[in-house]
């Protein structure tokens, strides 16, 4: 049974991801869960300098889902880079870091810096974070803001770059394009969706950014969908999430075209989800016959189906 | 290192018609789990409500020959998942991932300790007396609610050799008001010489209170925060507080891995 997926040059030893901002740095597990284990671990979104993100509360939950507005609360990528990597690098993590800016000019240093530095095995844009007043989805929003993110980090780095992309425009598939054609490995989708939650009896919203992202079971379809409009439209590897809760929701992205999946929100619930999750696919894979996860890629079968005893 | 426990209700004990004492087998997170820990609770495995909840650990139970076999925790009915909590019934399962957090640091004699209640606030003080009582630390609690009917477990407190001092907003029981009132007044009949302990949990503006007061009166003082929290892990940053850095400014803390129990004189209070 071989779940090792390819994602660029990257070859993942299975197809299960931590999601960016749902998984800290990684070594708040390390404890827990053997973090080589997994495909990688997405780190939560890097700037250069730190931030202090917004004021609680934060997070709300909502029918099977939650929204979010963190703000991007992070250590900066040079403490990152110091305090952190060595320590995913000793427990066998492959690392993706999830690159954050306010301008282009700040996507491509913090992207050389990780360059640089020893163990970042991918670099994976956040040009589509909700939450914050400048920079990120305003360049996801735009197609050539993404493919200007995409081109200028291309050509600074050897690393696979993937763009991360919001759900929350018409045509997503033209963004994956977009991306492709600037260089990008792959695309990671979806980042969450633009939500908000009001308190009737004080009609005040419940998180302090009023508005924020919806995660979680809830967005499942929607995403299975624009994964499947990405695969459609591009060549490059489609790497899927959006309310991953067991192999079966894994499997579903995969048909539907993803090379690998992330998991967030239920990493909350569940923070030993990941044998599971990749015990489930092995098991399912044994189930049909096939020998490697690889091979069930984009296996959606689309054929009209002849209803029974129409007499057709 | 915690551990995530398919815990089965032992017991379902309602306290009134909005407050309960859950009793859960889960003898490996009774065993290590110390004062002012905290776990991370879910009913059922479906996805409303879909994330867990944080609860302090209210008595660690033993069996007769004194090993644990489990712990209890006091529920408040407040939202989707307290329901759920309050209706459990016997046998039913819930996910128990802990113990969790930083806890209280308990003091030594001479040092006196006074813990401040409020509410369900009460929870994580029952092991703590029990960790006083056997270092010897002569131990007040002040404790605080709405009600008469709303003070619970004042038997449990008083067989751990605790000094009681009651406040009631209504007035049924003790003193009628806040309970920072009489701890202000023990803090002023204290000679400064003599050692206190300040531990505190309940609600964020009695916290606050006692947190000024503590200051006021140059005493240490611990405080167990409650924040809304997503995983209890450190992976989604919800549950932050804001706290003084040690290069100066205020900074967002992570309050599931710095605290819950966080150093008052540290914390940035709403005034």
């Given at each position: 049974m071989d779940l090792s997926v390819q994602i660029g040059s990257l070859t993942l030893r299975n197809p299960v991801i931590a999601a960016s901002g749902c998984f800290g740095y990684g070594v708040e597990y390390a404890d827990l869960i053997d973090?080589?284990?997994?495909?990688a671990v997405a780190v939560k979104g890097l700037f250069l300098t730190e931030r202090e993100g917004?004021?609680?509360?934060r997070i709300v939950e909502t029918p099977a889902g939650m929204v979010n507005?963190?703000?991007?609360q992070g250590i900066g990528v040079r403490r990152f880079v110091d305090e952190k990597l060595p320590e995913l690098a000793m427990r066998g993590a492959t690392v993706i870091v999830n690159v954050c800016g306010t301008t282009l000019d700040e996507y491509v240093e913090v992207s050389r810096i990780l360059s640089d530095a020893?163990?970042?095995?991918a670099l994976e844009l956040?040009?589509?974070?909700?939450?914050?007043?400048?920079g990120g989805i305003q360049f996801g929003c735009s197609l050539t803001g993404t493919y200007d993110v995409v081109s200028a980090v291309r050509r600074v780095t050897r690393l696979p770059v993937i763009p991360k992309l919001t759900p929350?425009?018409?045509?997503?598939a033209s963004f994956a394009a977009a991306a492709e054609e600037a260089g990008a490995d792959a695309v990671s989708l979806v980042n969450t969706f633009l939500a908000m939650v009001i308190?009737?009896?004080?009609?005040?919203?419940?998180?302090?950014?009023v508005v924020g992202g919806l995660s979680g079971p809830a967005i499942r379809p929607i995403a299975v969908r624009m994964v499947y409009e990405c695969r459609e439209r591009v060549k490059i590897p489609v790497i899927g999430m959006g309310g991953i809760a067991d192999a079966r929701d894994a499997l579903e992205f995969m048909i539907a075209g993803a090379s690998a999946v992330q998991v967030g929100t239920a990493n909350f619930v569940d923070p030993l989800i990941w044998s599971k999750l990749i015990e489930g696919m092995a098991a399912y894979l044994q189930r049909h016959a096939?020998?490697?996860?690889?091979?069930?890629?984009?296996?959606l079968d689309t054929r009209q189906q002849i209803a029974e005893g129409s007499g057709v | 290192m915690p551990s995530d426990v398919d815990a089965e209700v032992m017991a379902n004990t309602p306290l009134t018609t909005d407050y309960n004492v859950l009793a859960l087998s889960a003898s490996s997170i009774a065993r290590s789990v110390a004062p002012g820990q905290f776990v991370m609770l879910k009913t059922g495995?479906?996805?409303?409500?879909l994330l867990r909840r944080p609860f302090s650990i209210f008595e660690v139970l033993r069996d007769r020959s004194g090993q644990e076999t489990g712990f209890s925790i006091l529920n408040k009915r407040i939202g989707a998942s307290t329901r759920l909590l309050y209706e459990a019934r016997r046998g039913q399962h819930v996910a128990c991932l802990g113990p969790l957090g930083r806890p209280f640091t308990p003091v030594d004699p001479p040092s006196e300790a006074w813990m401040v209640a409020g509410g369900v606030g009460l929870a994580p003080f029952a092991e703590l007396a029990r960790a006083l009582r056997a270092r010897g630390v002569s131990t007040t609690l002040f404790y605080g609610a709405r009600?008469?009917?709303?003070?619970?477990h004042l038997d449990l407190f008083g067989s751990l050799g605790v000094t009681l001092v009651v406040t009631t907003e209504d007035g049924?029981?003790?003193?009628?008001?806040?309970?920072?009132t009489p701890l202000e007044r023990a803090f002023a009949e204290r000679p400064a010489g003599d050692p206190v302990m300040t531990y505190a949990c309940g609600p964020e503006g009695m916290l606050a209170a006692t947190a000024k007061t503590a200051r006021r009166f140059a005493r240490p003082c611990e405080v167990s925060v409650e924040r809304i929290m997503g995983?209890?892990?450190?992976?989604?940053?919800?549950?932050v507080v804001l706290m003084r850095g040690s290069r100066g400014g205020f900074h967002h803390v992570r309050s599931c891995l710095a605290g819950?129990?966080?150093?008052?004189?540290?914390i940035l209070w709403d005034e």
């Open positions: 973090l080589s284990s997994l495909g917004h004021p609680p509360p507005a963190i703000g991007l020893e163990g970042v095995a956040n040009i589509s974070c909700p939450n914050i007043k400048e929350n425009v018409t045509d997503v308190d009737i009896e004080t009609r005040r919203p419940k998180i302090s950014n096939i020998p490697r996860i690889a091979d069930l890629v984009g296996t | 495995g479906n996805y409303d409500p009600s008469a009917s709303e003070l619970f049924t029981a003790g003193e009628r008001g806040r309970i920072v995983c209890g892990l450190g992976g989604c940053y919800s549950c819950p129990v966080l150093p008052a004189d540290q």
